[in-house]
């Protein structure tokens, strides 16, 4: 991922800040495991005159412990850390304080992804590919307290939300179905009979309209719902 710098001399608008009193800044803690990213960002950030970074996390646990002492304005959040992923991180955030305002910025698009992450209580969902412009412009709606997601990642929600989700149960199924179990050795590992199996993977086909069991695989991972 590739951020183009601003000029340091640049405010909000991309206009050169007139002289006089700086305004107040918006208190930023950024959280990401892959340090390049995280270094890179916070240099972007740092040079706008709205926004200062003060809190780096490489790690969904160390996000916590400093949001919980730096009282920050918006966090950015990624989704994929050791220790505590994004989703729990946020989770456990809003434990501590339920209207923070956190931006999920990942490079995570399935459609389960998306909705987790905004059902943990995260105010906008970026994508890491996202434009210098529209990652300013989210943090600053997040920071009046608005919500932003791009038009894409909304329809994609709304769809998601609109079809039937899976139980644990199918879950549970549709990821022994990945690991290439027949229905026979899914009933074994769970402990149910086979019969029951068969009920799951019709229903799993159904609700993901797949065809077939590699299909099924194909739409999972393509939703989010099966990691790679």
Not at 5 to 22: F, H, R, V, W, Y
Not at 77 to 102: F, N, Q
Not at 179 to 186: A, Q, V
């Amino acid at each position: 991922m590739t951020f183009p710098l601003p000029l340091s001399d640049t405010g909000p608008t991309g206009q050169a800040e007139p002289a006089g009193d700086a305004p107040a800044r918006i208190r930023l803690l950024v959280a990401d495991d892959h340090h390049v990213v995280l270094d890179g960002l916070s240099t972007i950030l740092d040079m706008q005159a709205d926004m200062q970074v003060v809190a780096q996390a490489s790690d969904g646990a160390q996000a916590v412990e400093l949001w919980v002492r730096e009282h920050p304005d918006v966090g950015l959040i990624d989704l994929s850390m050791p220790r505590l992923t994004g989703v729990e991180a946020i989770t456990a955030i809003r434990r501590h304080e339920p209207r923070a305002k956190l931006i999920i910025l990942t490079t995570y698009d399935g459609d389960e992804d998306i909705y987790r992450g905004l059902h943990a209580g995260a105010k906008a969902y970026l994508l890491k590919d996202v434009r210098r412009d529209e990652l300013l412009r989210c943090i600053r709606v997040v920071h009046e307290g608005g919500h932003y997601i791009n038009p894409e990642l909304a329809g994609r929600l709304a769809s998601r939300l609109t079809r039937d989700g899976l139980s644990q149960r199918e879950m549970e199924v549709l990821v022994l179905i990945e690991r290439g179990l027949s229905n026979k050795l899914i009933a074994r590992e769970l402990q149910v009979a086979e019969g029951t199996v068969k009920t799951h993977v019709k229903a799993i086909l159904a609700k993901l309209e797949a065809r077939s069991r590699t299909e099924a695989i194909a739409i999972g991972v393509r939703r989010g719902l099966l990691k790679r």
